[in-house]
């Protein structure tokens, strides 16, 4: 187990753990945080898993935590590295099993008080429209041509179909498309996940319905489309069993390979091979065929919920337009500038936003507590342009049973007056906010260090569980 003293301070929002920690690092570790919030983070093995990052072959810098950081398969979720191109390595583990898991923010041209005589239907609509479960399929079914098309193509194919507009494909990260190989996307992760697209899955998704409550930043706001009292839509979901499947065919093919290229780590969970050979390269292009699927699923969510919108507020009503959409479990080739030369890198980011400057990021909270959109700013060129992705957990779902359940967690939410649709009330208890970090001493945290300026929070009138 870790302790504080391990860890040098750099300022009040900025750790290190150094490379003289364990003879095996190559670089050293580093974590955004409080003082207060390294307490907590000390108790699982989320630390150790950041140090294990900095062993990896090609890392450049540092391997780094977002202040949502905790234990993860592998690679602590919160967790961000960098390796050179071709030949460090890439990752199965430290990308996540849920492939660009990520959140979409819809914005509506309506006010809180002119939805809420509408909000009940509204919610049993867009409940009844987005099927939400484990392994839960939709009414969409696609064929194996239809599914190869998604996973080579992303929103473009949906917008040849009908289901997305140019606009969608503008708004979202990477134009809602990877390069891709369906190729390399096994027959059961296919299979998988046919009847999965526009469905909200189970765990820590959602649907919420909610108002923008603070301004912080009124001119970036304003840019945005954003204003006070706003009615908008976020969505938290990612490539469901497909997304899942092709994590677990390479990280199985990975351990297999490991010892081929004379990789050896401190935790076989990394699975960590070098990208430039044959499986390095076929992960990375079945990862952007399941990232593609989990646009996919983000869009037809949207089609679904705009559709409801119209139903609800009638014909006349304008569709809701599409903020941003951005990844958080995912690895990307970029450029970066590494000792005063701009190289290209594979950034491997496992619960943690991209964060350019002045583009939005999106930060989710738990049920019942705040939301947050950002924009990333220069500075964030320390982190490789990279900030947290929501609360992060403080404990297991498992715990988080034990020591509530789901009708208490109802109750509480019903007392707040937000409206909540769930098929389970044991999931509800799994997501309780008191599993998880305080969202707004995290999204501090990242704000404070200047990684990102909080443009807006928003606050949950209704929430649909997966």
């Known amino acids: ?16 753990i150094p490379k003289s920690y364990r003879k095996d690092m190559l670089v050293p570790a580093r974590i955004y945080i409080t003082e207060k919030m390294l307490d907590e983070v000390v108790k699982d ?31 602590p979720i919160g967790g961000v590295f960098a390796t050179k191109l071709p030949d460090g390595i890439i990752s199965p583990g430290s990308v996540g099993y849920d492939i660009n898991c990520g959140v979409r923010l819809l914005k509506s041209k309506h006010t809180e008080k002119e939805i809420r005589p509408y909000l009940e239907r509204l919610i049993e609509e867009i409940f009844h429209a987005v099927p939400s479960g484990l392994g839960k399929g939709g009414k969409f079914k696609f064929n ?3 599914m190869d098309r998604i996973l080579g193509k ?53 649907v919420e319905v909610q108002e923008i409550t603070e301004i912080y930043e009124e001119k970036l706001a304003e840019e ?8 908008v839509v976020l969505i938290h979901t990612g490539s469901r069993g497909l997304g899942h499947q092709v994590a677990t065919d390479y990280i199985r093919l990975f351990m297999q390979s490991m010892d081929k290229y004379n990789i050896s780590l401190p935790d076989r969970e990394l699975a960590a091979i070098p990208f430039s050979t044959p499986e390095g390269k076929e992960y990375f292009l079945a990862m952007g065929a399941a990232a593609n699927f989990a646009w996919s699923n983000r869009q037809m969510i949207t089609y679904l919920i705009r559709n409801a919108w119209k139903k609800v507020l009638g014909l006349k009503e304008e569709s809701i337009d ?14 970066h500038e590494i000792d005063k030369k701009k190289i290209k890198l594979i950034v491997h980011r496992k619960g943690a936003t991209r964060a350019f400057p002045n583009q939005p990021v999106l930060i989710p909270g738990t049920m019942g507590t705040a939301s947050y959109v950002l924009v990333g700013t220069e500075k964030s060129k320390e982190a490789f342009y990279t900030v947290c992705h929501g609360a992060g957990r403080t404990m297991s779902r498992h715990e988080a049973k034990r020591k509530t359940s789901g009708r208490e967690v ?18 509800l208890a799994e997501e309780a906010p008191l599993a998880y970090k305080n969202v707004d001493e995290v999204v501090e945290v990242v704000h404070q260090a200047g ?16």
């Open 1 to 16: 187990m870790f302790n504080k003293s391990d860890l040098i301070k750099l300022n009040n929002y900025l750790w290190e």
């Open 45 to 75: 093995r989320s630390l150790n898993q950041l140090v294990n990052l900095t062993t990896l072959p090609g890392i450049v810098k540092y391997s780094l935590a977002m202040p949502d950081i905790h234990e993860g398969y592998g690679a």
């Open 144 to 146: 194996i041509t239809e």
């Open 154 to 206: 992303g929103i473009e194919y949906l917008k040849e179909k009908e289901y997305a507009t140019e606009k969608d494909i503008e708004h979202c990260e990477s134009g809602g498309c990877l390069k891709a190989d369906p190729c390399f996307v096994s027959d059961l992760a296919k299979k998988r996940g046919r009847d999965q697209v526009g469905t909200l899955g189970s765990g820590n998704h959602f």
């Open 224 to 231: 945005l489309g954003l204003r006070k009292g706003q009615v």
């Open 322 to 335: 599409l903020v941003y959409d951005v990844a958080h479990n995912i690895a990307k080739i970029e450029e």
């Open 410 to 427: 109802l109750q509480q939410l019903t007392k707040k007056g937000i409206i909540v649709k769930s098929g389970s009330l044991s999931d």
């Open 451 to 466: 990684l990102a300026k909080k443009i807006v929070q928003l606050k949950p009138l209704a929430v649909i569980k997966g």
